[in-house]
């Protein structure tokens, strides 16, 4: 039992460690993205929850397509 415990704990933390750094790549290219449209002497608004990533892309782009339309708003 305690070996079930150790394994369902240490993969919870895997998990989470891996989303928070997905969302931390999300930000950078959001606040981009904002900074592309908007200009670079603005400040951008608080970043939003990442969505799941699609095949093909990143992270980062991701956040930049979502900083440019939330700038174009």
Same mark, same amino acid.
């Given at each position: 039992?305690?070996?079930? %415990?150790?394994? !369902? =704990?240490?993969?919870?933390?895997? !998990? =989470? #460690? @891996?989303? @928070?750094? /997905?969302?931390?790549?999300? &930000?950078? /290219?959001?606040?981009?993205?904002?900074? @592309?449209?908007?200009? *670079?002497?603005?400040?951008?608004? !608080? &970043?939003? !929850?990442?969505? %799941? #990533?699609?095949?093909? =892309?990143? *992270?980062?782009?991701? /956040?930049?397509?979502?900083?440019?339309?939330?700038?174009?708003?």
């Amino acid at each position: 039992m305690k070996k079930f %415990i150790y394994l !369902i =704990s240490t993969l919870t933390l895997l !998990i =989470s #460690t @891996l989303a @928070l750094a /997905g969302q931390k790549e999300f &930000c950078a /290219g959001f606040a981009e993205g904002y900074k @592309l449209v908007k200009g *670079d002497m603005v400040i951008v608004p !608080i &970043c939003p !929850i990442a969505p %799941i #990533t699609p095949i093909g =892309s990143t *992270d980062y782009r991701e /956040g930049l397509k979502a900083g440019m339309a939330a700038a174009r708003r």
